[in-house]
T-cell receptor
Framework: DTEVTQTPKHLVMGMTNKKSLKCEQHMGHRAMYWYKQKAKKPPELMFVYSYEKLSINESVPSRFSPECPNSSLLNLHLHALQPEDSALYLC????????????????FGEGSWLTVV | AQTVTQSQPEMSVQEAETVTLSCTYDTSESDYYLFWYKQPPSRQMILVIRQEAYKQQNATENRFSVNFQKAAKSFSLKISDSQLGDAAMYFCAYYNQGGKLIFGQGTELSVKP
């Protein structure tokens, strides 16, 4: 069983809606990640938080807004999305953040399926 | 920049047989980590095995083992005694110094009963 929990599992939203994806981990990890994955493709990194601070933003459009309220929680706020944003959104965590290779094994959640209509 | 290449988009294996998935990578770093992840139809990304580049010994996890050839920059995954539950997309990944996980394009493995 995964120790990274994502909610909701499925989300359908209109282009004018505001919604949020949530992620929680209880492994005491200090780094958390958002990835976007299209069908039959590898995940693409969106954001990395390390010690609750945003450390990597892969030039993601501003209609995606991450938030890390504490070291166990990670949110992704969604607003004015486009149909091409429909994808699987994966949250992940690792014991330490970028640069610390020895504690860098990344563990993924089950993902949130997002459909924009 | 590092790249990861999986040259086999699809592979098939008979149940109980052995299959090897290929992965090559390109890097100028000397110390790095490599991973194999499995993604079944449920789409959860599951860690299969991890290899530290400075370790000569190939990593093993039950029926899963790797053949790590550092000089050749090759990192293949061997699955022994294949089971129906092994059917999935398998991604090879490289963790770089910037803290990014670089994925290959994936190999879709099917297991025939």
């Amino acid at each position: 069983d995964t120790e990274v929990t994502q909610t909701p599992k499925h989300l359908v939203m209109g282009m004018t809606n505001k919604k949020s994806l949530k992620c929680e981990q209880h492994m005491g990890h200090r780094a958390m990640y958002w990835y976007k994955q299209k069908a039959k493709k590898p995940p693409e990194l969106m954001f990395v938080y390390s010690y609750e601070k945003l450390s990597i933003n892969e030039s993601v459009p501003s209609r995606f807004s991450p938030e890390c309220p504490n070291s166990s929680l990670l949110n992704l706020h969604l607003h004015a999305l486009q149909p091409e944003d429909s994808a699987l959104y994966l949250c992940a965590s690792s014991q330490e953040g970028p640069g610390n290779k020895k504690r860098n094994t990344i563990y993924f959640g089950e993902g949130s399926w997002l459909t924009v209509v | 920049a590092q790249t990861v290449t999986q040259s086999q988009p699809e592979m098939s294996v008979q149940e109980a047989e052995t299959v090897t998935l290929s992965c090559t990578y390109d890097t100028s770093e000397s110390d790095y980590y490599l991973f194999w992840y499995k993604q079944p139809p449920s789409r959860q990304m599951i860690l299969v095995i991890r290899q530290e580049a400075y370790k000569q010994q190939n990593a093993t996890e039950n029926r899963f083992s790797v053949n790590f050839q550092k000089a050749a920059k090759s990192f293949s995954l061997k699955i022994s005694d294949s089971q129906l539950g092994d059917a999935a997309m398998y991604f090879c990944a490289y963790y770089n110094q910037g803290g990014k996980l670089i994925f290959g394009q994936g190999t879709e493995l099917s297991v025939k009963p």
